[in-house]
């Protein structure tokens, strides 16, 4: 049986099949969506080919009944994310004869996000990579290159610097995985649970505010926090895996960086298109829920 940590030694030639991998996946999904009866998506469908080649000109390109945007946006990227893990961890118990507690940390914080999201794999179809975005080089990339080959950094990381945690460290890097995934699923779940039924005794104690539209914005629980609070708190997990690492590097906080700025931008995308559809309605939501992400911060 091939040892998991044959993914450390041929880490460059797994990447860069996945990256002809994305290019040939690609040009399939571009060429097959000059077809017949194909949905095409508003941003990926103008004058440039070169700019629809990247964002996707179909919306939910499939094979038969078998949805390639839906399945590309959990499985292999996540799913190749935790083996990546797991191939870091064995190269460092063959190379010190024992896991260190940051790669089991790491590993297993990693391994509860990839389990949430695939637990509550119905959420991603309300996402706006789902229901908005054409399947093009953007998202394929994103799903097959991106998550498995930068989320696993830090295991890689640790497999050439392990780090020793103080006790004092290891409980504070517990509470704070503890209070962002909290407020990551908390909200969400809170978020689902409303939208599908409002008077469900778990949310219909919760304030809201009624727009013309007919719909209810939520201003109590975790959405009278921040209007993006489940993105502070997926934030706050993104540090609890880069801090095992030690300081000696900016390199394994390079994902909790990038993810700041992503978060950031995604805020205001998503407030843009709020205002978009809800109006005045929305000035006045923004008025009672006044942060966007930290409280008192921003």
Not at 48 to 64: C, D, T, V
Not at 204 to 219: C, D, M, P
Not at 232 to 239: F, K, R
Request: with cysteine.
């Amino acid at each position: 049986m091939l040892p998991l940590s044959w993914i450390y030694d041929q880490f460059l030639a797994l990447l860069t099949a996945a990256c002809v991998l994305t290019v040939l996946l690609t040009v399939y999904l571009y060429l097959s969506s000059f077809g017949r009866s194909k949905v095409l998506s508003s941003g990926g469908n103008t004058e440039s080919k070169i700019y629809n080649f990247f964002i996707g000109r179909e919306l939910n390109p499939r094979i038969a009944s078998f949805d390639l945007k839906h399945f590309c946006e959990l499985y292999p990227g996540l799913i190749g994310w935790l083996i990546i893990d797991l191939g870091m961890l064995q190269k460092q118990y063959e190379q010190l004869h024992y896991v260190s507690m940051s790669m089991l940390l790491v590993c297993v914080f990693q391994f509860i996000y990839v389990l949430d999201a695939l637990w509550f794999e119905k959420a991603i179809l309300s996402t706006m990579d789902i229901v908005h975005d054409g399947f093009g080089f953007m998202l394929a990339f994103g799903d097959l290159v991106w998550v498995p080959f930068t989320y696993s950094l830090q295991a890689r990381y640790l497999v050439d610097h392990p780090q020793a945690i103080s006790n004092v460290g290891l409980l504070g890097i517990l509470g704070l995985k503890a209070v962002g995934y909290c407020a990551f699923r908390g909200a969400n779940s809170q978020k689902d649970t409303f939208r599908n039924d409002h008077n469900h005794p778990s949310v219909r104690h919760l304030q809201t505010l009624k727009t013309e539209r007919g719909t209810q914005l939520i201003t109590s629980g975790w959405w009278g926090i921040a209007r993006h609070i489940n993105y502070t708190g997926d934030w706050l997990m993104a540090w609890s895996w880069c801090l095992p690492c030690g300081f000696g590097s900016i390199v394994p906080y390079f994902y909790v960086i990038y993810f700041a700025v992503l978060l950031v931008h995604r805020q205001q995308r998503d407030e843009h298109a709020c205002k978009r559809k809800y109006g005045a309605d929305w000035d006045k939501y923004q008025a009672i829920v006044k942060f966007r992400l930290i409280p008192f911060v921003y």
